[in-house]
T-cell receptor, first 112, second 114 residues
Framework: QKEVEQDPGPLSVPEGAIVSLNCTYS??????FMWYRQYSRKGPELLMY????GNKEDGRFTAQVDKSSKYISLFIRDSQPSDSATYLC????????????FGSGTRLLVRP | GAVVSQHPSWVICKSGTSVKIECRSL??????MFWYRQFPKQSLMLMAT?????????EQGVEKDKFLINHASLTLSTLTVTSAHPEDSSFYIC??????????FGPGTRLTVT
């Protein structure tokens, strides 16, 4: 079993929809949680960074962490065609030399 | 967010030659840098972790003599692919982190070995 599970998609939604992306994990030692967006043949771009449980909002993006359920989410409001990309969740165990453990990534397609 | 650059963005080399890829943190001091490779439609695979002034720590299965990593300063790390072969063709991405756990990625380098 992988440490971090993420549905690979693809997820296809119409423009303006609310998108929900999710990851589950098995190791309760994860403390830092990140969401990255990666366009084809580009490096990942850090979208959201949260520590422990809770919500964080930045513009159209909201990240949620539920450590009791070992479940994290990224919501995208008013989705745009430019949001079409692969979204990677990633997490770090404290005292693990900053090593990121990635999900497999979810491909998102926002249709005009 | 912080900016990480990579050079070159794309390189083609002949089998048997060596290629060096540079990774720079432009607006922060990177205490730790990471090197990944990524195959099409797959997630990133960590190759090694490097701390400034120390030897790199390689992941299991990564040949340290083939993938030489140098982290000579707080803003520069290099990856040298020695005696490259076609199976080394891939997308190589570096990332860097400073005093926090936030990790920033470079734009990637596409290596094609002919």
């Amino acid at each position: 079993q992988k440490e971090v599970e993420q549905d690979p998609g693809p997820l296809s939604v119409p423009e303006g929809a609310i998108v929900s992306l999710n990851c589950t994990y098995s190791n309760s030692a994860f403390q830092y949680f990140m969401w990255y967006r990666q366009y084809s043949r580009k490096g990942p771009e850090l979208l959201m960074y949260t520590y422990s449980s809770g919500n964080k909002e930045d513009g159209r993006f909201t990240a949620q962490v539920d450590k009791s359920s070992k479940y994290i989410s990224l919501f995208i409001r008013d989705s745009q065609p430019s949001d079409s990309a692969t979204y990677l969740c990633a997490m770090i165990r404290e005292d693990s030399s900053y090593k990121l453990i990635f999900g497999s990534g979810t491909r998102l397609l926002v249709r005009p | 967010g912080a900016v990480v650059s990579q050079h070159p963005s794309w390189v083609i080399c002949k089998s048997g030659t060596s290629v060096k890829i540079e990774c720079r943190s432009l607006d922060f001091q990177a205490t730790t840098m990471f090197w990944y490779r990524q195959f099409p439609k797959q997630s990133l695979m960590l190759m090694a972790t490097s701390n400034e002034g120390s030897k790199a720590t390689y992941e299991q299965g990564v040949e340290k003599d083939k993938f030489l990593i140098n982290h000579a300063s707080l803003t520069l790390s290099t990856l040298t692919v020695t005696s490259a072969h076609p199976e080394d063709s891939s997308f190589y991405i570096c990332s860097a982190t400073g005093q926090t756990y936030e990790q920033y990625f470079g734009p990637g380098t596409r290596l094609t070995v002919t």
